[in-house]
Structure formats: C-alpha cells, structure tokens
C-alpha cells in the first residue's frame, strides 16, 4: 500500500552535489523508518542513511558521513538525501526504503522499496 518515487539522480563530475528526494504515498502514517540504500555494478545492495520519521533521529554508514544528510519533510511525505563532495565510487543506484520496524541498516528489514534513481560520478 505504500508506494515511493525516487527522483534528482543524474550525472554529476567529483566533488559535485547531488539532492535526491523519495515522495511516499499517505499511507506513510504506518511507516516507523525511512532510508536510502544504494547498489554499484556487481555489488550487494548497502546501506546510506536513515531516519526515524517522528524524530528525525539519523544514522549513516561511515563511507557517506559528512558528506551525506538525510533528512525528511513530513507534512509532505517527502525524504531527502543531500549528497556532497561526490566520488566515483558513490556512483550506484539509489533506492528509498520505509520500514515499519525501528531504524537499523539491514536491507532485510525494510519492508517497501522505490524504484531506484541512477547516480553516476565522473572522475
């Protein structure tokens, strides 16, 4: 019942910026947790960032953190995630996720996903 749409991936040089933002459905009442996940060219799925949707409490993987925010407008149903300094090896596909479980960084938990938006870093 709960649908995402990723959207603001693109083609970005290193160092650049990036804003990507995930529109969820009014069903996202129910959701405890969102957060971004990402997939390079033949590797597993991992984690980027999340948010608890009351609070707005954060967590990040080491490789993104202070480059990455994330970061949520609730009356809109809207989560972002503002990437900077961006290096090729961010370059992935980017996946939203909502969970209705407590925040954690397995993908396995997550029980709805988007479809994902192309982030491509040139060197």
């Known amino acids: 019942q709960v649908q995402l749409v990723e959207s603001g991936g693109g083609l970005v040089q290193a160092g650049g910026s990036l804003k990507l933002s995930c529109a969820a459905s009014?069903?996202?009442?129910?959701?405890?947790?969102m957060g971004w996940f990402r997939q390079a060219p033949g590797k597993e799925r991992e984690f980027v960032a999340a948010i608890t949707w009351s609070g707005g409490i954060t967590y990040y993987a080491d490789s993104v953190k202070g480059r990455f925010t994330i970061s949520r407008f609730s009356a809109r149903n809207t989560m972002y995630l503002e990437m900077n300094s961006l290096k090729p090896e961010d370059t992935a596909v980017y996946y939203c996720?909502?969970?209705?479980?407590?925040?954690?960084?397995?993908?396995?938990?997550?029980?709805?996903w988007g479809q994902g938006t192309q982030v491509t870093v040139s060197s």
């Open positions: 009014a069903s996202i009442f129910s959701i405890n947790t």
């Open positions: 996720a909502a969970s209705r479980r407590p925040i954690s960084t397995d993908s396995r938990t997550y029980d709805y």
